[in-house]
């Protein structure tokens, strides 16, 4: 099997509409519609999809929790520009600025939380 590339995650969380609006308003992300009126956001060439933890999307992770995620994303700007741009929309910086290793290699990265706690790594590549 020749996997190289991830296409989409799911989110489950508490409030899909308030989701979708942080995500696009925080992180600059387009909205995305799909399917039978399903809405994401998308990330680069991949996407975030949401699902309400009451109704789920099937078929579903066996215990689908909002608050349970962590994963790393990756910007592009001065790290002064994004701890001012987290600072502007009110969200708390967790940890960091801290030196990590992604995928790629060194990056220093903040750690926030969204509106259900998930945990969100924003990383920047020193290089």
């Given at each position: 099997?020749?996997?190289?590339?991830?296409?989409?995650?799911?989110?489950?969380?508490?409030?899909?509409?308030?989701?979708?609006?942080?995500?696009?308003?925080?992180?600059?992300?387009?909205?995305?519609?799909?399917?039978?009126?399903?809405?994401?956001?998308?990330?680069?060439?991949?996407?975030?999809?949401?699902?309400?933890?009451?109704?789920?999307?099937?078929?579903?992770?066996?215990?689908?929790?909002?608050?349970?995620a962590d994963f790393a994303?990756?910007?592009?700007?001065?790290?002064?520009?994004?701890?001012?741009?987290?600072?502007?929309?009110?969200?708390?910086?967790?940890?960091?600025?801290?030196?990590?290793?992604?995928?790629?290699?060194?990056?220093?990265?903040?750690?926030?939380?969204?509106?259900?706690?998930?945990?969100?790594?924003?990383?920047?590549?020193?290089?």
């Amino acid at each position: 099997m020749n996997i190289r590339n991830i296409d989409h995650i799911t989110l489950t969380v508490s409030d899909e509409e308030r989701s979708v609006r942080w995500y696009h308003e925080v992180f600059d992300l387009p909205i995305i519609e799909f399917g039978d009126g399903r809405r994401g956001v998308k990330l680069g060439k991949q996407k975030i999809n949401f699902q309400q933890a009451d109704a789920p999307h099937l078929p579903v992770a066996k215990h689908p929790l909002a608050g349970s995620a962590d994963f790393a994303i990756i910007a592009t700007d001065p790290l002064a520009n994004i701890l001012s741009h987290l600072t502007n929309y009110a969200v708390e910086i967790v940890d960091g600025p801290l030196p990590k290793e992604g995928a790629l290699g060194p990056m220093t990265s903040v750690y926030v939380r969204d509106p259900d706690e998930n945990l969100i790594e924003i990383g920047k590549y020193d290089k």
